[in-house]
Nanobody, 117 residues
């Protein structure tokens, strides 16, 4: 099993910043990629950003538009999401994800991000 522990969510005003962190219990040798997804009330879960652990290749949702940056620290088994210029529409539960080299997916419990106008 893999445990993912998220932190860093909270309440912020529009235009502000937050940094989300997610620590994985799995050794980085078995991690293919990690990422963040989000789900707002009444909406489907959507991609925020992913990063391939070996190459550092990243992928972002279209709505990010340069505002967010994902990074991965191999030594700490931790993925970060730096979110700047936050908007009220960014309000959602943000979920950490991990894909192993064997293709299995794991999810964190989620952390709430609320952006006030």
């Amino acid at each position: 099993q893999v445990q993912l522990v998220e932190s860093g969510g909270g309440l912020v005003q529009a235009g502000g910043s937050l940094r989300l962190s997610c620590v994985a219990s799995r050794s980085p040798l078995s991690i293919n990629a990690m990422g963040w997804y989000r789900q707002a009330p009444g909406k489907q879960r959507e991609l925020v950003a992913t990063i391939v652990s070996s190459s550092g290749r990243t992928n972002y949702g279209d709505f990010v538009k340069g505002r967010f940056t994902i990074s991965f620290d191999n030594a700490k088994n931790t993925v970060y999401l730096q979110m700047n210029s936050l908007k009220p529409e960014d309000t959602a539960i943000y979920y950490c994800s991990l894909k192993t080299i064997w293709g299995r997916d794991f999810w964190g419990q989620g952390t709430q991000v609320t952006v006030s106008s």
